[in-house]
């Protein structure tokens, strides 16, 4: 079984900096893909941003430029830092990693006031 931790949400104001890190533990495998997702109130989960083994990122449109992903292999570990917030990215935000199977964290909450 593998573990993923989240920390580091909170409340910020608009124009501010978070950052969340997840930490992977457990019997591990190789994880492929991390990813960062998060879920507004009333919306569905949507990916947000994605790390490769290789180093390989994904973002989606409406937080680049703003947000960096970014991973440690040797600790099995992923982080986003999240610069220049909004009100709409105000959400609880789930740490992903994909090995043999999908797994996922328990949530951290970030809220962005305006």
């Known amino acids: 079984q593998v573990q993923l931790v989240e920390s580091g949400g909170g409340l910020v104001q608009a124009g501010g900096s978070l950052r969340l890190s997840c930490a992977a533990s457990g019997t591990i495998f190789s994880i492929k893909t991390m990813a960062w997702y998060r879920q507004a109130p009333g919306k569905q989960r949507e990916l947000v941003a994605g790390?490769?083994?290789?180093?390989?990122?994904y973002y989606t449109d409406s937080v680049k430029g703003r947000f960096s992903i970014s991973r440690d292999n040797a600790k099995n570990t992923v982080s986003l830092q999240m610069n220049s917030l909004k009100p709409e990215d105000t959400g609880v935000y789930y740490c992903?990693?994909?090995?043999?199977?999908?797994?996922w964290g328990q949530g951290t909450q970030v809220t962005v006031s305006s």
């Open positions: 790390i490769t083994s290789g180093g390989s990122t």
């Open positions: 992903y990693a994909e090995s043999r199977n999908d797994y």
